[in-house]
């Protein structure tokens, strides 16, 4: 797999060397660490020497089938991010210097289902986490992952940029963009007095290795190649900003490394490729990679849950902040994402091949 995108150059491997650098011997705290993102972040700050400490509500089976345990971090524990009581001493005892928030539920359909869990999770999860380290003198940044559903709906097909209205019109945008508020009162009402730097990241729709959550595109193909049965689409014409979860994974790396040595307090950036891709896109793909192995058809259900049909964000303001670039060829994203899988569905060793792809990707460190 082409991870390097084929023309590192020496700028890039250097910068590389330089995150490593930064990264390494570095207390890390991540909340969610056990998931899709957080298994991949924990893996990337394991390479590169860091101390990681992370808290999630569980570690499932499929988790540590694709290669992501307890050894990428040196302490873990497994409660409900609402239950400070659980955690609040382990971390003061820690002192992290840096925090990684990813705790949360990330499923738009599951949120529609259960609104008061997800409210409970991702705001009251916030807000008590929060809390509980405001006094925790070693932090010096929090970056909090929401997502690009944060904005306001719009009827026009333009994209959204970070100054635009926060809002939401179902549960899940709801409770990220409420997310987004309460970062921002926790900085200039507490954090901001004593020198805690907070950004929030807004990341468009990701793909990668190692996703098993419902309702997924990517998840629904493969469980559909699987299980040998069609799978059935809701929304083939709905565009998403998809974006490959190293590429990604590594833009949070960047920001933080820079935003953690500059002046600024609190700032939000979005994260997306340069443009948007219908469903149908994989969905073409996906015969052509999986061939006979993979179908599907259209749901004729009318009933549905809302879900935006062009969404769009801009990644010009975190472009002109750290210089990231993301893979913009999407077959390329889908044939790495599907050789991943195609090593599960083969049961080749994960935990190696994920190493590899993170090595790959930085290069070689140690030239």
Not at 82 to 108: G, M, S, T, W
Request: net charge positive; proline share 2%; glycine share 6%.
């Amino acid at each position: 797999m082409d991870l390097l995108h084929g023309n590192c150059g020496n700028k890039l491997l250097k910068e590389k060397k330089e995150i490593s650098y930064f990264y390494k011997n570095k207390r890390i705290l991540i909340t969610g660490h056990t998931g899709f993102k957080g298994g991949w972040l924990s893996l990337f700050l394991n390479l590169m020497g860091a101390e990681v400490f992370g808290i999630s509500d569980v570690r499932k089976k499929i988790s540590l089938k694709s290669g992501f345990n307890s050894s990428l971090v040196q302490k873990e524990i497994l409660t409900d991010i609402n239950r400070v009581e659980i955690y609040k001493r382990e971390i003061l005892d820690f002192k992290p210097e840096i925090v990684f928030y990813l705790a949360a539920q990330p499923l738009v359909r599951e949120a529609f289902k259960k609104p008061v869990e997800t409210m409970q999770s991702n705001i009251m999860g916030l807000t008590n986490f929060l809390n509980s380290i405001r006094e925790l003198k070693s932090i010096r940044l929090i970056l909090t992952i929401t997502s690009d559903k944060v904005y306001e709906h719009k009827e026009i097909n333009q994209k959204f940029i970070e100054t635009d209205r926060l809002g939401g019109i179902e549960p899940y945008s709801a409770s990220k963009a409420m997310q987004e508020m309460i970062v921002k009162v926790f900085y200039e009402s507490y954090f901001k007095a004593s020198n805690i730097k907070m950004v929030t990241a807004r990341a468009g729709n990701v793909l990668g290795g190692a996703d098993w959550a419902k309702d997924r595109l990517i998840v629904d193909i493969i469980v559909s190649i699987i299980s040998k049965k069609q799978m059935i689409v809701r929304f083939p014409k709905n565009t998403r900003p998809w974006q490959y979860v190293i590429d990604l994974i590594y833009g949070y790396l960047l920001l933080v490394k820079k935003f953690y040595n500059d002046d600024l307090g609190f700032a939000s950036y979005n994260f997306a490729p340069q443009n948007s891709y219908p469903a149908e896109q994989i969905l073409n793909f996906s015969k052509l990679y999986w061939a006979d192995q993979f179908n599907f058809s259209v749901s004729k259900n009318e009933n549905h849950i809302f879900e935006e049909q062009n969404l769009q964000i801009s990644n010009n303001k975190i472009q002109n902040y750290i210089d990231w670039e993301n893979e913009q060829d999407l077959n390329k994203v889908l044939k790495n994402t599907f050789d991943w899988y195609r090593g599960y569905i083969n049961k080749e060793n994960l935990f190696e091949l994920n190493r590899k792809i993170i090595n790959q990707f930085l290069g070689s460190l140690n030239e």
